[in-house]
Each structure stands twice: as structure tokens, then as C-alpha cells.
């Protein structure tokens, strides 16, 4: 086997997939699946629509297409808002697309009419996190402007982000609002605005607190799919399964070492002065995986005793010395990704995926 190594439980991410469809769909919610956390990869895809999701989300339009040439049927949302450049290919191979942009829809609009082609737009609305969105005062005047656009292209309805670019959490009181916006654009437009999309995971601990007011009928699940996980507040989500997946990783030497390095200071690979601690001489490991393989932050280990000390692009360093096992060269160790590790391990070349 070549090492490093990504281990995908593929049954234990379609458990929670199914759990989470049941759950939200008591409190009237749909959820898109969002599958950029693994890149797109055909076979967790494929574990999502087993799983009984209908439309499939991801931030890339190369994943998407990905997704289609792999023979996956599907409706596919694109979920970052679209680069002008890549307008056309979104009206060819999305259903959906979440916009915040005038001059997009209206380019949009001109390419559904050449293409004789149907697109569903999610306006984004900037409820507090800062990232895409249309600003509130803005939506005065968009509504007229709506008026015009192609038959083929459908307003299917509002959306806002959280927690992702300042870490803005969505409540009763934000989430009011959105609903708010809703039904003020389904008035000026006459036209129903069926999806009201209130984010993600974090809108999904709301849910589950009992706090997401009616009305909230959309979501756009990755990281509580494929992880079990909410990372921004670490929620704890008891009946979904939170080892869904594993990176391994072999030791390349074994040694005892002095953990205070020797010399003169300087900045590490990543540009940062490090600082350490006299601990005595103590069992280290090299580890054949670094930062240019995964976020090293996002690593917990798995075998006991093993402690995390530094990593360089292509070296992680452990401390062995409190561990029961007695390590050598050549031995694995195990450490669970949180959701930007998996993002990193993910989208490397270097890291082999196994899904099992």
C-alpha cells in the first residue's frame, strides 16, 4: 500500500446522510448535499445519492462536470456564486446556482435565452457574514430590474452564508429577517419564492436547538454529512457517526531525540518563529505526510499516547514516548481529519483514497 492513506467509511456517511434527510424533513426542510469537502469524488457521490438526496452541491464547476462525465445523475447546484467567466458553463451543467450579482443574472439571463435552456438562481442575501450576498438596502431597487429577465430563468428563491468568512452565526432574529425578504420579493416580483436556504451545519445546530423559525425550508449540508461534525461550535451532534473517515500515515524513522533543537532560532516553513519546550530526551517518529498534504491543525491521533510536536511540507513529527506500543520504522498511525484536514487530504494528489 502507499502511505499516506485517506480511509472513507462509505456505510457510516450514508447513515448520517439518511438521518439528517429524516430529521430535517420533519421540520419541512430539504437539504442539498454538498460534496466539495471530499473534491467531488465520484464515490462519495454516489454514496450521497444512495443516501436519498435529490440535488447535489458543490463550490466548483469542475466538480460538477466531474460528477456528470462519471455517469451520476443528479440535480447539481453550484455554490459558490459564479465567476462572469464561467456563467455559461453553470447555465450548461447546473440546475441551480446561488447569485449576488446583477450583471451575472443578467448574463445569466442571456444565455438561458440562447440555449433554450432552464436555470434556477438562489438570490443571496448578506445576512452577516460578510462573504457574497446582496446588502438589504440594495433589494429595493433589484426587483424591478428582476422583472426582465429570460423565461428559462427561474428565481427558485433567497439564500444567506454563515460562519464561514467572519464566523456570523445565524439566529432566530437573522433567519426572521431573511423570511422577511422572502416574502417581500414574492410580492414585488408576483411570483412564489419557494426555497428560503438559511446555510449550512451551523443553521442545522439551530434546527436541532428548536430555535430556526418556520418558514426556513433549505439547507446545504457538508460537514455534518461527511463528518458528524460542526465546527463553529462544536455541536455535538449524538446520533450521527463522527469516525466516517481516517488518514494513515507511516513512520520513516524512529528515534530518541532532545525536544529542545539545538542552535539559533529561526523561522519555520511556514514563516513562523517556533517555540519549544525542555523536555528532556523523548521517542520522536518522522512521519511520511506534511503540510503539503493536509492542514496538520486538523489531525487528532487515534493510537494512544501519540502526541503531534511540528510538521514541515513533507515531514510530521510526533512524540512516541508516553505510547504502550512500541513503534518502529515502517509502523502506521491513525489520525481522524476535522473539516479543513479533510479539505486539504482531499484535493492532495499524495494522499492514496480508499473508501471501504
Not at 439518511?18 to 469537502?37: D, F, H, M, R, Y
Not at 448574463?107 to 432552464?118: A, G, N
Request: net charge negative; with cysteine; charged share 25%.
Amino acid at each position: 500500500m502507499r502511505y499516506p492513506v485517506m480511509k472513507i467509511y462509505k456505510e457510516k456517511i450514508f447513515e448520517n446522510g439518511q438521518i439528517l434527510i429524516n430529521e430535517c424533513s420533519k421540520c419541512g426542510i430539504s437539504v442539498w448535499a454538498v460534496t466539495k469537502g471530499m473534491s467531488a469524488h465520484p464515490e462519495i457521490a454516489l454514496t450521497l445519492k444512495a443516501a436519498g438526496f435529490q440535488v447535489l452541491a458543490d463550490s466548483r464547476i469542475s466538480n460538477i462536470i466531474k460528477m456528470e462525465e462519471a455517469g451520476i445523475e443528479s440535480e447539481y447546484a453550484l455554490i459558490r456564486i459564479p465567476m462572469p467567466s464561467e456563467i455559461e458553463d453553470t447555465v450548461r451543467y447546473c440546475d441551480y446556482s446561488l447569485v449576488s450579482e446583477l450583471e451575472s443574472i443578467f448574463e445569466m439571463s442571456r444565455i438561458c435565452d440562447d440555449l433554450k435552456k432552464d436555470h434556477k438562481i438562489v438570490i443571496m442575501i448578506d445576512m452577516g457574514d460578510l462573504r457574497e450576498g446582496f446588502c438589504p438596502t440594495e433589494l429595493g431597487s433589484l426587483y424591478d430590474k428582476l422583472k426582465n429577465i429570460s423565461p428559462y430563468l427561474h428565481i427558485a428563491g433567497v439564500g444567506a452564508n454563515f460562519a464561514c468568512a467572519s464566523g456570523a452565526l445565524p439566529g432566530r432574529e437573522n433567519l426572521t429577517r431573511l423570511l422577511e425578504y422572502s416574502k417581500e420579493m414574492e410580492k414585488k416580483l408576483n411570483c412564489p419564492i419557494g426555497l428560503v436556504s438559511g446555510g449550512g451545519t451551523c443553521t442545522l445546530v439551530q434546527m436541532i436547538k428548536g430555535s430556526l423559525p418556520e418558514g426556513i425550508n433549505g439547507l446545504r449540508l457538508g460537514e455534518s454529512i461527511l463528518l458528524g461534525t460542526d465546527s463553529s461550535v462544536n455541536f455535538p451532534f449524538t446520533t450521527l457517526h463522527r469516525d466516517t473517515m481516517e488518514i494513515v500515515a507511516e513512520l520513516s524513522e524512529v528515534r530518541v531525540k532532545p525536544t529542545l533543537p539545538i542552535g539559533e532560532i529561526g523561522m519555520d516553513f511556514s514563516g513562523n518563529v517556533p517555540v519549544f519546550h525542555d523536555r528532556g530526551n523523548r521517542l520522536r517518529g518522522v512521519l511520511a505526510i506534511g503540510r503539503q498534504d493536509v492542514r496538520i491543525e486538523g489531525l487528532l491521533p487515534l493510537d494512544e499516547g501519540v502526541e503531534i510536536i511540528t510538521a514541515s511540507s513533507d515531514h510530521l513529527l510526533v512524540d512516541l514516548e508516553d505510547c504502550p506500543k512500541k513503534y518502529k520504522a515502517g509502523d502506521t498511525l491513525r489520525f481522524r481529519p476535522d473539516y479543513p484536514a479533510m479539505l486539504s487530504a482531499s484535493t492532495s494528489s499524495y494522499v492514496q483514497k480508499i473508501f471501504c
